[in-house]
């Protein structure tokens, strides 16, 4: 069974930078798509980006592109979010997630991290 632990979340000023992680366990992740998906409060969970098994973004979000990298780092297991030119509206509840392919329903993940808050504010 594979289990993810974001971390990373923290306060930070507008327009500064903030790298998540999302550390699995139970299983390597070398073989899953992951995608992070953020939630401000009031509103519904958002895809951001996605990383394919090849290392290969997928953005999913007009406003993550430029801003957002993700990446993979397989000798540790783990998904990366890079997070630039942060802004007020980028404020939420981030969260992995894994699965055979990058979908963008949310619903369809079915591995979860517990999530980690970013807050961007002066």
């Known amino acids: 069974q594979l289990h993810l632990a974001e971390s990373g979340g923290d306060l930070v000023q507008p327009g500064g930078s903030l790298r998540l992680s999302c550390a699995a366990s139970?299983?390597?992740?070398?073989?899953?798509?992951v995608a992070w998906f953020r939630q401000a409060p009031g509103k519904g969970r958002e895809r951001v980006t996605c990383?394919?098994?090849?290392?290969?973004?997928?953005y999913s979000t007009d406003s993550a592109r430029g801003r957002f990298t993700g990446s993979r780092d397989n000798a540790k297991n783990t998904v990366h979010l890079e997070m630039n030119k942060l802004t007020p509206e980028d404020s939420a509840v981030y969260y992995c997630?894994?699965?055979?392919?990058?979908?963008?329903?949310?619903?369809?993940?079915?591995?979860w991290g517990q999530g980690t808050q970013v807050t961007v504010s002066s």
């Open positions: 139970g299983s390597t992740l070398d073989s899953y798509a």
């Open positions: 990383v394919l098994s090849t290392n290969i973004t997928a």
């Open positions: 997630a894994a699965d055979t392919q990058c979908y963008h329903d949310y619903r369809v993940f079915r591995f």
